[in-house]
């Protein structure tokens, strides 16, 4: 019998503080392939050719209350103005692991929303962040990293845009 390894806690960084207590939510990007069909002469039907990243990778997060760091970067010009890093640690409630999972993000606030302010109740803040960077790193071995201006994308360690940055003198 095997059982799933659950996100049985985690903690956010951003910019090199430690947000712990503070974190409730991360929402973490979803990766998508922009997947273009084709069909040429000869063939009995369409495949998708890979267009490479399709979309803004996106981050969101959930504070329980005011952070006022969070906006030191809001409105910068870098695309790479803030550094987000999750840590997670998934357990399997059948073997005794911990599974550490870290997730770095380079990108800028784009979306501040702090919700409703109400004496006596619960508060939240949610941040949006569009990313230009992501790692994620799982039990110490890199599984993906996305630099987008870096023209890099590795899986499990495979440079796949090594040949074109070489055919493209970069």
């Known amino acids: 019998m095997a059982l799933p390894k659950k996100l049985k ?3 956010l960084f951003a910019n090199g503080d430690s947000w712990q207590g503070q974190v ?3 929402t973490l990007p979803t990766l998508t392939r ?20 399709d979309g803004l990778m996106t981050c969101e997060w959930t504070v329980g209350g005011l952070i006022a760091a969070m906006f030191d970067n809001y409105g910068s010009s870098r ?13 399997s ?15 800028r606030h784009t979306e501040i929303d702090m919700g409703d302010a ?21 039990n110490g ?18 440079d796949r845009l090594a040949e074109r940055r070489a055919a493209l003198g970069l």
């Open 93 to 107: 409630d059948d073997v005794q692991e911990v599974v550490p999972v870290e997730v770095v993000m380079r990108g």
């Open 24 to 26: 409730q939510s991360v």
């Open 118 to 138: 109400q004496s006596g109740e619960n508060t939240e803040h949610t941040v949006t962040s569009t990313l230009s960077y992501y790692k994620l790193t799982i």
């Open 141 to 158: 071995a890199t599984v993906i990293e996305i630099d987008i201006p870096g023209y890099v994308f590795k899986v499990n360690g495979e």
């Open 34 to 53: 922009k997947i273009e069909e084709w069909r040429g002469g000869g063939m009995e039907g369409t495949v998708g050719i890979d267009m490479g990243i």
């Open 9 to 11: 806690d985690m903690n």
């Open 79 to 91: 695309i790479d103005a803030d550094l987000l890093r999750m840590t997670g640690s998934y357990e």
